[in-house]
């Protein structure tokens, strides 16, 4: 599921309510969104009010099996070696149950707002991309990157096991990256048939490497919860292995992520 996180007035508690309920009732995965300095209000097209770093820190103390991940941080806003840092730390401190889902990002205003560079975005979450799978990795020096290289440096804590990473985006670029640095896919698709066209473009550009194949929809309760629980079976028949669900606004969440699980109850998983 996707954690609602669209208005500066939700309480924080609020948020470990519904991992809590979402950890009860079965799903795999909370997902936050990120915006660091939008050009607009937070809402349906800025989600995203809490720094979801941060917040995943939060949540982890107060969950145990629940994964939680980022759909999707945008890595180019950041600096990597922070970021790395952080993401090693939260994975430490979940006892590994963090997934680093990141994107390139798409509104230049904000680029512009904290300085970052819009026209490169694209090569710059590669190049974090590829320093992150460094640094995970042991993270000895010397490093030389195309955009990022240390001389001398010691990296902790290194990550026990590997840290998942899930490349977000409908786009070629976005398949291509995902193919090349990511353990997951998270596609937003039209509809089942646009999924599984993306996934076999995928499947092919990742050739040897498995990429594990992901949709993220929307449900806000106005459809019947029947239909939508067809809807994430349809995209498993498509090849979807996760489905994140953004259930709307956080008033109403909590009854719309028990129903849809209780409807997929026996039927399949739903992250």
């Known amino acids: 599921m996707v954690l609602p996180d669209e208005s500066p007035s939700m309480p924080a508690r609020t948020l470990v309510e519904l991992a809590r309920a979402a950890e009860e009732s079965g799903y795999g995965t909370a997902w936050l969104p990120d915006h660091v300095l939008p050009p607009g209000e937070y809402g ?8 979801p770093l941060v917040t995943i820190g939060h949540l982890a103390a107060v969950t145990r099996r629940l994964r939680l991940g980022t759909s ?20 430490r401190l979940s006892a590994g149950r963090v997934i680093l889902g990141v994107g390139v990002g798409w509104n230049r205003p904000e680029f512009d707002a ?6 490169r975005r694209g090569a710059i979450t590669d190049d974090t991309l590829a320093l992150l799978h460094h640094l995970f990795g042991g993270g000895t020096a010397p490093y030389r990157g195309r955009r990022f290289s240390y001389e001398s440096g010691v990296f902790a804590p290194v990550p026990a096991g590997r840290v998942p990473i899930m490349v977000g985006g409908n786009s070629d670029a976005a ?7 990511a353990d997951i896919w998270q596609g937003l698709p039209t509809d ?21 194949a992901g949709a993220r929809i929307s ?3 106005t459809a019947p919860v029947g239909r939508i629980a067809d809807e994430v079976l349809a995209y498993g028949e ?10 709307g606004e956080h008033a109403g969440t909590r009854t719309r992520l028990e129903a849809l699980a209780e409807a ?6 739903l992250t």
């Open 192 to 212: 089942p048939d646009a999924f599984a066209e993306r996934a076999r473009t995928l499947a092919d550009l990742a050739g040897d490497r498995r990429v594990v």
């Open 72 to 91: 999707v941080l945008v890595a180019p806003l950041r600096n990597p070696f922070v970021l790395a840092k952080q993401v090693a730390t939260l994975h």
């Open 114 to 119: 904290v300085g970052a560079d819009y026209e």
């Open 175 to 181: 398949l291509r990256r995902a193919a090349r640095y």
């Open 219 to 221: 449900w806000d309760g």
């Open 264 to 269: 997929l109850r026996g039927r399949g998983d």
């Open 44 to 51: 349906t097209t800025f989600g995203g009010v809490y720094e």
């Open 238 to 247: 498509a090849g979807a292995a996760q489905v994140a669900v953004h259930f």
